[in-house]
């Protein structure tokens, strides 16, 4: 064999290889009962949950419990799913802006359930409301 063949056919093991352990690390999109269910099973890899904060009737999101003074990185919150179901979010690495954390249309969590009341968040993601969205008179 030539050394430009040797050479493609490691490029390509490596590329393969890559794809392989990537692969590994994707997580995949669930609501709070099947992330109990992957548990339950002992399937301890990381899954996002999208949902939206608990709010009451007048719209105020309720249920943040982030205290920086006592623990600046300890946040718990409430979160409803598309399912409707309400889970207690703990995240020990708060977003950098709380205040767009509470505008935030919709959340996605990373993490894994700890059990059935709480899920341990290592990572937030949110969905803040567009500021080139046409605004409704």
Known sequence: MKRSHIFGLIIIAIM??????????ASQYVDFTAAQELADDGNDS???V???LQKDKSG??????????KDANYLAFNLVDEKNEMRRVVCYSPPASMKDFE??????????????????ASEILMKCPSK??????
């Open 60 to 69: 105020n999101v309720i249920g943040i419990q982030y205290d920086p003074m």
């Open 46 to 48: 990381k899954v996002h």
């Open 16 to 25: 393969i290889s890559i794809l392989v352990v990537t692969a590994g690390d």
């Open 132 to 137: 080139y969205e046409e605004k409704q008179l």
């Open 50 to 52: 999208i949902g939206e």
């Open 103 to 120: 505008k935030s249309e919709k959340v996605v969590v990373i993490g894994r359930t700890k059990n059935s009341e709480e899920f341990i």
